[in-house]
């Protein structure tokens, strides 16, 4: 009986311990987390700075950006960025064919939520 009581106290304090660090973790806090590029022309690539703070009590630290596709091309902060401290993830579209898009870029990070998506969308015409 001891042992377990001995066993339960260990697990719980492993748990405190494990839930106060995940309160300390950077995390995100985006302005916008989509967006909607709206009609743009064919062949004029458009830009889109998606900004965010770290509103965690560590440093974040961004380690990719990935795109679905070699059309959409991420540019990010890739220093660490400090607690309250801003950061930018650019993303450029090369508007190269013609109709509806969609796309997901995968942000990668030591945040609480280590794997984040944004998105922009639009339509590209010809005219």
Do not use: H, W
Not at 32 to 58: A, L, M
Not at 99 to 124: D, E, H, M, Q, R
């Amino acid at each position: 009986m001891k042992k377990l009581i001995a066993f339960c106290l260990i697990l719980l304090g492993f748990i405190t311990v494990s839930a106060m660090r995940a309160d300390q973790q950077p995390d995100f806090k985006f302005e916008k987390e989509t967006n909607d590029f709206g009609k743009i022309p064919q062949g004029k690539p458009v830009s889109y700075e998606f900004k965010f703070t770290n509103t965690g009590d560590q440093p974040l630290i961004i380690s990719n950006v990935e795109s679905t596709c070699g059309c959409t091309v991420p540019k990010y902060t890739s220093t660490p960025i400090k607690k309250g401290d801003t950061g930018i993830i650019t993303v450029t579209y090369n508007a190269a064919a013609p109709g509806a898009f969609n796309k997901a870029l995968t942000i990668k990070s030591n945040a609480k939520t280590p794997v984040k998506y944004i998105y922009i969308k639009g339509s590209v015409s010809t005219s």
